[in-house]
């Protein structure tokens, strides 16, 4: 079950028809992807340090444990170190910040800067118009590799975020949502990248190539299983007519959602991209992390969330992110209208609104 079969190269195939032309690798999560393209990045560039925006969340990669909290650089959720000295390996910027993404990048030690389109885990949080482009501009100028984490983002349509928005990726990484859910993730090099990988790399050793196993193992990460489901779900499930579906049904919800919150005239607001929508506690969009440190509400959010479950709704038990699939129906958004209606009505009967 290690060989390729047919259904890869459709696979191949299908992820550069959707996500622009690249090589593809599979692995068995996101995190995985995501490892392999900083070591890539480490590689190509004989720089250390991976810069990630404060309130990021890329799986089990170390360099993306860090946020800034209080203007000072520590560790996410009060993590353990496990050993990695995180001054040595990580940059942390907010996101949005265009000038502290500059000074970051030009002490020249970055390798790579790992980010997705816009925050989805720490809270949604927008991108800025323009941002992107100052993203690409200012890694490209310090030679520092991009890398965009779609794991969350797929929601966007079938190209995700870098296809709806024209996004250039030196490395683009999906991740289980490709395939159902089932263990899976891909990352994509770019011509380019994958050129300068495939060239001696002095300084690693300069009498030497890299071998084909370049230090990350994936034996069976592409097995067939896995191949076979991510075609079933390319093919079947993640088409143009259920994203059209899913994001009908997204902007419907959280338009009822924002007529809610608007009649009653609490200062929260409702963030949607895509399939995905997010009641935040807060009167405006946060910009950066910073802004959800200081504005969320953590105790509304287990309340909320606790009522939803008594009334027989479950969501995803962190923040208040609202998923729609192709199963989810109007019914189903009125029943949560209905639920929320409820929520805000006990709230203001208790004067807790």
């Known amino acids: ?60 990669v170390e360099e993306a444990h860090v946020e800034i909290r209080d203007g000072r650089v520590g560790l996410r959720n009060m993590i353990h170190s496990n050993g990695i000295d995180h001054d040595a390996v990580s940059r942390v910027v907010e996101f949005n910040d265009v000038a502290g993404l500059e000074e970051a990048l030009a002490h020249g030690d970055v390798a790579c800067v790992l980010t997705e389109p816009l925050m989805t885990n720490f809270g949604m949080i927008p991108v800025d118009p323009g941002f992107h482009r100052a993203l690409r501009d200012l890694t490209r100028r310090a030679g520092t590799v991009l890398i965009i984490d779609e794991t969350h983002t797929l929601s966007c349509g079938p190209g995700g975020y870098t296809e709806s928005h024209g996004l250039d990726p030196d490395i683009f990484v999906a991740g289980k949502a490709i395939a159902g859910g089932i263990p899976a993730g891909v990352f994509g090099l770019s011509h380019e990248i994958a050129e300068r990988l495939w060239k001696i790399v002095p300084h690693v050793n300069p009498r030497e190539r890299q071998s084909a196993h370049l230090g990350f193992g994936g034996t069976l990460a592409g097995n067939a299983l896995t191949v076979a489901t991510m075609r079933a779900v390319l093919e079947k499930v993640l088409t143009s007519a259920n994203y059209e579906r ?15 919150i608007a009649a009653a005239g609490l200062p929260w607001h409702v963030t949607q991209i895509g399939a995905r929508a997010e009641i935040m506690f807060m009167p405006q969009p946060p910009r950066s992390g910073a802004d959800v440190i200081a504005g969320r509400q953590p105790d509304l959010e287990t309340l909320l969330h606790a009522f939803y479950i008594n009334e027989g709704i479950l969501v995803t038990p962190f923040h208040t992110m609202l998923l729609m699939c192709p199963a989810t129906s109007a019914r189903d958004v009125d029943r949560h209208t209905a639920v929320l209606a409820r929520f805000i009505d006990l709230l203001r009967g208790a004067g807790a609104i």
């Open 1 to 60: 079950m290690m060989l390729p079969t047919e259904d890869s190269i459709w696979v191949g195939a299908e992820l550069s028809r959707r996500f622009g032309p690249k090589y593809w690798t599979l692995t068995t999560s996101a995190t995985d992807a995501n490892r392999a393209a900083i070591r890539i990045s480490r590689m190509i560039t004989g720089r250390r340090k991976v810069l990630v925006f404060s309130g990021c969340y890329h799986g089990g």
């Open 246 to 260: 899913m994001i009908g049904t997204a902007t419907w919800l959280a338009q009822e959602a924002r007529r809610l």
